[in-house]
């Protein structure tokens, strides 16, 4: 469920969701970019009559959707209600005016995700993170690796991808001190440019 301080994983989630159920590109593209819109039709003119009447155009019937136009309208529905399920009532409460999906999903993230100037300190101060990181005393390598891959989601998950020797080298250089010595076969046996630290987790585990 949503709260004030998940807005990035929630609307991850959610997307993800929506993707998964049939319909999916069309339900997640009903949320980001708005539902169908009833195209014109095009109606030819009179040929018959003494004046030419040039052909006009009318708003698209139920009787004139194509298969793929009702899927389209089936999956703004869908949408709508994909994002209703996972919010708290004191979200609902505010949203449930909504029409579209679309206005749904723009109100929540205002609601949410924060102004820019927030979302500018949530950035600054995940990369003070990625900046001070490092074991502590006695860590266990299981307890350091899952740290640092909750730091690399939140990283990765904001907008900022490390490229995989910076990711390596950091992982290396904050290790405790006795698994130091092995960071020299690692970067013998190792293309620290094209491995991911969970490659090299995996080697350190099983010395």
């Known amino acids: 469920m949503l709260n004030k301080d998940n807005y990035v994983p929630w609307s991850s989630r959610i997307i993800r969701y929506a993707m998964s159920r ?15 819109v009833s195209r014109m039709i095009a109606a030819s003119g009179e040929p018959h009559l003494p004046v030419l009447v040039s052909e006009s155009f ?14 389209r309208i089936d999956a703004d529905d869908q ?6 399920l ?21 109100r929540v ?16 101060k995940l990369f003070n993170e990625w900046e001070k990181f490092t074991s502590t005393d006695g860590e266990l390598i299981e307890s350091y690796y ?9 990283l990765k998950r904001n907008k900022h991808f490390p ?12 290790l405790q001190h006795e698994w130091k010595r092995y960071v020299t076969i690692v970067r013998q046996t190792k293309n620290l440019h094209e491995a991911d630290f969970t490659q090299i987790y995996n080697f350190l585990k099983m010395n």
């Open 22 to 36: 049939p319909n999916g590109k069309m339900i997640v593209d009903s949320i980001k970019n708005g539902p169908y």
């Open 58 to 71: 009318h708003e698209q019937t139920d009787e004139e959707l194509t298969e793929n136009d009702i899927k």
């Open 79 to 84: 949408a709508i209600q994909t994002i209703l």
């Open 86 to 106: 996972g919010l708290l009532e004191d979200v609902y409460a505010a949203v449930d005016s909504c029409e579209i999906a679309k206005e749904v999903w723009e």
């Open 109 to 124: 993230r205002q609601m949410r995700k924060g102004s820019d100037i927030e979302e500018q300190e949530k950035k600054a």
């Open 146 to 154: 899952h740290r640092f891959m909750q730091l690399m989601n939140d």
């Open 163 to 174: 490229e995989n020797i910076a990711e390596n080298l950091k992982f290396f250089n904050n």
